[in-house]
């Protein structure tokens, strides 16, 4: 069938082989294998179905690590902080953040923005890229979709304290009171609350079915230590005790009977059935289909709360895509943050997120963020091209005016800074990967505020303000930060951080057509497969 | 190839991977002749039918070369795509969208006639207010930018020179992209180099961003440059998303045909086409809530040169063609296209193809047509002239398109992830 013929194809293979010649030079750990016609592995280190499960689960059942104990006290004196910060302005009033008369949303809209953004990425991956059937992404779906629950929860924070009386929150949702006041329907930031509710509650379901079946091993194994009594005798006595010890008892270890427990309820009876796995295999098609248009769905809405006004500056119709591009961007980037490190701290983990996984990562922040840069190329050319100077004016005081800085940094940390992934040697050196994912978090934040700031220069002239954060504005926004990682750490400590039974499946020998499961495997490839 | 079973081998034999010699030869003549001739109907009817014949051929005939352009332009982008993302299940289905792509030239030579048809019309139609004559790109008309504000300010942009230099420009870097990535694809059918593969790759990821810049471009000249006072910055996207999924349900078709030929065996299989229609349908959603969003945005913040757009759309008989739109690019699609075994099944899922690019030639057809407006400030419905403006230009490129399918192998001959395609399953 081919034009020429094959032994002169072999050789002209071999001839352009040779432009790449050096077997294995730049494949890093061995997953980064360049040949187009092989697919590289997903998991390193030759492992099979029993190391995966004891290494995931040995990251929970192990000692404590060192790191984690200081890790946390800080992050949760960063959440207290912040929570003293919230109780601070209840008692006080909106009047100790830096708002004013133009600026009336601050720091409190810039952060809720952020973290739905960053709340984007869990979804995703787990969602999004399961149905492109990326198989890279099992490695790290459990821990994106974690850290975008985690984000969720800090967005909700803002506006529920923003509003001044607190106490009034529950007014935000659609529940009539005695005078029969609603809400206003027309309102965005009414949609807000569906839309990040609805995607709230998806995120959550689809992170806790996923993660059923690994509860259930967990409950498993707690169980089987609960069952192997540790023998245990008198006080003055080392551990494990001698076998020459006669005045022993056995006794179960509390940790296990709890764990035990713990795991067993949140397992929910799965029993690892085939007819489990049945549902379990639709469900999760069926969440990762609904959980879909929900990524697009809540920052759309999200970016309606500043296009659906008149504006200059916030009404642009590229918004909704816009926005979406944006969240996936600093999603991605806030995902290789917290992965970064945990790949140093956690032994095996670099195993399952392989420098390919870390590549691919690095490559969709490119792509985001060039979409993100596109987007202000593109309202920067209608907001000349609309013809509307207030418009222009807005643009052009964006990029040149009081808040220069902010946008500067903004472009610079979203569109050009993510550029440098178009290099090899940067996509794959990885302190240098940690430092751009810092450096998109940052703009990301930044792109939030420059859009919020455009408030400083309303209707008005008379009436312009710059616009501050106060002492309280910051300390919130890191108390956000303390939550965040208080959670996180809490998951990594207690839950497993990579899907077992997925990680399981992209094994090589996972696949039924593995050459280790049949001798004369030419019989099976009949035309029904 | 050595390195498939043999089975596989067998869906690589010449009579399943090529057309017979002089196949179609018959019918891309006809589909081209038919189409030029309907495009010489319209072309009549433009210099008889007085001012209004003159403006809805005009019209119509920029609809045809608007879905005519749209295809190639986002074959060749779902190509870079495909090849950014090194897809494996792709590797037997991609040729037909680098058939598709290389037509580029076929609607460039379109966009010359349109631009001469219009400068000959304007001068040979009389009109009693120059203001009106027939032009399709109101801003070129002196008369009847004279003291406008916004044109004044825009002037900068919209010229006759530097449009036909941007336009030029388009066409060039779509052509260079095209050219380059076919001419990898072409040569690995004869050379077997895989590593041409990673050639395209790298073409593809430098041609991206060149190419949503030039896309975005082109919708804003072509299209929204038709009411020079109307600006949205969605347009661009909304354009490519119309073309994606327009150049998705042309390949499934296209496969679909040469599938019901006997062609393609294990290259096109229900698996193949199980996520292709996936990929419709996520397409297809993703231009409504782009069509939706830039709807909604300028509907609810009510700003009036903007909203004209839609309130032109949403007047007299034209608010039909605005439910119309929705419900057959969507809604139908929608419906049909959601359930597992119609993405399965070869004659739902071209059914569904047929109403989507019906629903996109309705779609395309509804941004421009509705800019016709006569002297008397009248805004004429569907003529005769409507169905042989858009039926021929894109009759033309049909017929092109059947030539170039048939002139070759149906699919990469040496891709290194071939057996990937082959062996492609949906385990859900």
Not at chain 1, 472 to 490: A, E, P, Q, R
Not at chain 2, 34 to 50: N, Q, R, Y
Not at chain 2, 213 to 227: E, R
């Amino acid at each position: 069938m081919s034009t020429i013929h094959p032994d002169q194809a072999e050789a002209l293979g071999l001839v352009g082989n040779r432009r790449h010649d050096g077997p294995d030079h730049d494949t890093i750990d061995g997953s980064m294998t360049i040949d187009p016609a092989t697919r590289p592995p997903l998991v390193l280190g030759d492992r099979d179905f029993k190391s995966v499960t004891d290494t995931i689960c040995g990251w929970i059942e192990d000692k404590t690590p060192s790191w984690w104990i200081p890790a946390f006290a800080v992050s949760n004196l960063l959440a207290i902080t912040g929570t003293l910060m919230i109780v601070y302005l209840i008692i006080t009033g909106v009047g100790v953040w830096g708002l004013n008369n133009p600026v009336s949303w601050g720091w409190a809209i810039v952060n809720f923005v952020w973290w739905v953004g960053i709340g984007h990425a869990g979804t995703l991956i787990s969602a999004i890229l399961c149905l492109f059937k990326q198989d890279w992404r099992t490695s790290i779906n459990r821990f994106a979709e974690a850290m975008t629950i985690f984000a969720v929860v800090c967005a909700g924070m803002f506006p529920g304290i923003h509003v001044g009386r607190v106490w009034m929150a529950w007014m935000l949702f659609p529940i009539p009171n005695y005078n029969w006041i609603w809400p206003n329907f027309r309102s965005p930031l009414l949609w807000d609350v569906f839309a990040v509710g609805t995607y709230f509650t998806v995120s959550l379901l689809f992170w806790y079915m996923g993660m059923v079946p690994d509860i259930a091993t967990l409950r498993d194994r707690a169980t089987k230590r609960r069952n192997e009594k540790v023998r245990f005798g008198p006080m003055w006595a080392p551990h494990p005790l001698p076998d020459f010890v006669k005045k022993a008892t056995t006794i179960t270890l509390p940790a296990n009977m709890i764990a035990s427990y713990v795991y067993g309820v949140l397992a929910m009876g799965w029993r690892f059935s085939s007819r489990h796995w049945w549902n379990y295999e639709k469900a999760y098609l069926l969440l990762a289909g609904l959980a879909t248009p929900l990524v697009l769905s809540v920052h759309s809405v999200v970016s309606f709360d500043f296009a659906v006004s008149i504006l200059p500056g916030w009404h642009t119709t590229i918004f909704p895509p816009y926005f979406v591009a944006g969240a996936v961007f600093s999603g991605f980037a806030m995902v290789l943050t917290l992965l970064i490190p945990a790949r140093m701290l956690y032994p095996g983990l670099k195993d399952f997120v392989t420098a390919k996984t870390i590549e691919n990562m690095c490559k969709i922040i490119t792509v985001t963020g060039s979409i993100v840069g596109f987007a202000y190329i593109m309202e920067f050319f209608i907001a000349w091209y609309g013809g509307n100077p207030y418009e222009q004016d807005a643009f052009v005081r964006r990029a040149f005016g009081p808040y220069w800085w902010a946008y500067f940094a903004m472009f610079f940390c979203n569109v050009v800074s993510p550029q440098v992934f178009w290099f090899k040697w940067c996509r794959t050196y990885i302190p240098f990967i940690f430092a751009i994912t810092i450096v998109v978090n940052i703009g990301m934040w930044f792109e939030r505020f420059v859009i919020v700031s455009t408030l400083s220069a309303d209707f008005l002239p008379s009436s312009w303000a710059y616009y501050s954060p106060t002492l309280v504005d910051i300390l919130t926004f890191v108390g956000s930060l303390g939550v965040f990682m208080t959670l996180f750490l809490l998951f990594l400590r207690f839950l497993p951080m990579l899907a077992i039974s997925e990680v399981k499946n992209v094994l090589p020998q996972a696949n039924p057509h593995h050459p280790m499961y049949d001798t004369d495997n030419a019989t099976h490839h009949g035309e029904g497969h | 190839m050595s390195a498939h079973a043999p089975q596989l081998e067998r869906y690589l034999e010449r009579e399943n991977i090529f057309l017979s010699e002089g196949a179609g030869s018959t019918l891309w003549k006809a589909l081209a002749g038919l189409g030029a001739i309907l495009t010489a109907v319209a072309v009549m009817a433009g210099f008889t039918g007085g001012e209004e014949g003159a403006k809805i051929a005009l019209h119509a005939l920029h609809t045809g070369f608007a879905l005519s352009v749209m295809l190639p332009v986002t074959a060749l982008g779902f190509v870079m795509i495909l090849n950014v993302v090194k897809s494996g299940w792709s590797a037997t289905i991609r040729r037909q969208l680098e058939n598709m792509m290389v037509l580029m030239w076929v609607p460039a030579i379109m966009f010359v006639g349109i631009l001469v048809l219009q400068y000959v019309l304007a001068s040979a139609v009389e009109v009693t207010d120059p203001k009106y004559a027939p032009y399709l790109w109101e801003w070129m008309n002196s008369a009847y930018v004279e003291g406008d504000v916004l044109y004044e300010h825009k002037k900068g942009f919209l010229n006759v020179p530097f449009f036909l230099i941007r336009s030029l420009i388009y066409f060039g870097l779509w052509a260079v992209l095209a050219f380059l990535l076919s001419n990898e694809s072409h040569s690995q059918d004869a050379d077997a180099d895989k590593w041409r593969t990673v050639t395209a790759l790298k073409i593809s990821a430098i041609g991206l961003p060149i190419f949503a810049f030039a896309t975005a471009f082109a919708g804003f000249d072509w299209l929204m440059g038709l009411d020079f006072h109307w600006f949205s910055t969605m347009l661009g996207v909304h354009f490519f998303a119309s073309g994606l999924v327009s150049a998705l349900c042309v390949l499934a078709l296209t496969l679909l045909v040469l599938r019901s030929l006997g062609k393609l065996h294990g290259c096109f299989t229900q698996e193949h086409m199980h996520d292709l229609g996936k990929l419709i349908f996520g397409f297809n959603v993703f231009w409504a809530y782009i069509a939706f969003s830039q709807y909604f945005l300028i509907w609810y913040a009510n700003i009036p040169e903007e909203t004209n757009f839609y309130i032109i759309r949403k007047a007299g008989e034209w608010q039909w063609v605005s439910w119309a739109v929705p419900i057959v690019h969507f809604a139908i699609p929608f419906v049909l296209l959601l359930p597992r075994p119609s993405k399965r099944n070869g004659l739902v899922l071209g059914s569904v193809c047929v109403i989507i690019l019906i629903g996109q030639a309705l779609d395309t057809w509804w941004m421009i047509r509705p800019e016709v407006v006569m002297s008397d400030g009248h805004r004429p419905g569907i003529s005769w002239i409507d169905f042989v403006g858009v039926f021929g230009p894109l009759l033309i490129l049909a017929g092109f398109y059947v030539r170039k399918v048939a002139s070759g192998p149906l699919i990469p001959l040496n891709d290194p992830r071939q057996g990937q395609a082959l062996t492609h399953v949906n385990h859900v």
